[in-house]
């Protein structure tokens, strides 16, 4: 047993709420993986569905470690606001108190309502190690419904997605508005390289569906994306059929701006996406 731990070398961190009818899919997915995490945190955020009770009922299906609390819900905003983040980012640090933490190659999440095929994380690892410069990986997601993932195949996920224990090390888990995109943002600058392997795979809700766009809009103010930035990613959503979307996110936008919402304080990455509209520009389609 003792060199099939060694050989899995990494943890995991699932936050939920409400995530009842999730359960048992969950459980089979993470029971059924080829490599097993050696530690599994579930971050239970005050659920009031049995959710709690049907994660002690699973619980005796996995083989690793798993280690669940429960957190008091201190207000009613979750989805992938800074509640949400504030979740992983306790997990992480239930990861980072153990004694072979730094013994770990990766250090993900996994939403709950996201179930990874058999091999998804045995093939992020074998990614990490074939490739030394990549701090950050995700496969690519199907949606429970049937229909394509509106996500660019080439953008590493943020709810099933698996950091190298040293990126996350140095560049963090930010807590904030849109905690996926900064701290995949922080990698970036900080000289590591963030990149899907489209070999894995999984199943999920849409990212995002229970967020409305104004809560993109003001995540985008928030990370420092100016006005032209806005007005092309609301153009964006328009081209995909997408109205409604596009003016949620564009009045969440103008409403920040006009406030005087606070932006992150990290003045690179208000930088970076300062510049962020020039690759929103290669997306736009051509003729021909």
Request: overall charge positive.
């Amino acid at each position: 047993m003792a060199p099939e731990r060694l050989m899995s070398g990494y943890a995991l961190v699932t936050p939920l709420r409400n995530e009842a009818d999730n359960i048992a899919r969950l459980f089979s997915a993470m029971s059924s993986q080829t490599l097993v995490p050696e530690t599994w945190v579930i971050i239970d955020d005050s659920s009031s569905d049995g959710s709690r009770e049907l994660i002690e009922e699973h619980r005796r299906h996995f083989s690793g470690e798993l280690i669940v609390q429960t957190r008091a819900r201190p207000h009613s905003d979750y989805a992938l606001g800074e509640h949400y983040a504030s979740l992983i980012s306790s997990g992480f640090e239930l990861i980072k108190a153990k004694h072979d933490y730094r013994q770990l190659i990766g250090v993900g999440i996994c939403d709950a309502d996201c179930f990874p095929k058999p091999n998804y994380f045995a093939l992020l690892m074998e990614f990490l190690n074939k490739h030394p410069r990549v701090g950050l990986t995700s496969g690519l997601d199907h949606r429970l419904d049937g229909k394509p993932s509106r996500r660019r195949a080439s953008w590493v996920r943020g709810n099933c997605r698996l950091w190298r224990r040293q990126c996350l090390d140095q560049a963090g888990y930010l807590v904030g508005p849109s905690a996926d995109t900064t701290s995949l943002c922080s990698a970036l600058l900080h000289g590591w390289q963030a990149k899907v392997e489209p070999r894995a795979s999984f199943a999920a809700r849409e990212l995002g569906a229970r967020s409305p766009g104004s809560y993109y809009g003001r995540s985008a103010h928030y990370r420092g994306l100016g006005i032209g930035g806005a007005i092309i990613k609301t153009g964006l959503d328009l081209l995909r059929g997408r109205p409604q979307h596009a003016g949620s996110y564009l009045a969440g936008y103008l409403k920040a701006r006009a406030s005087g919402e606070p932006q992150i304080p990290d003045p690179n990455i208000r930088r970076y996406y300062r510049y962020y509209p020039l690759s929103l520009l290669r997306q736009l389609p051509t003729k021909g």
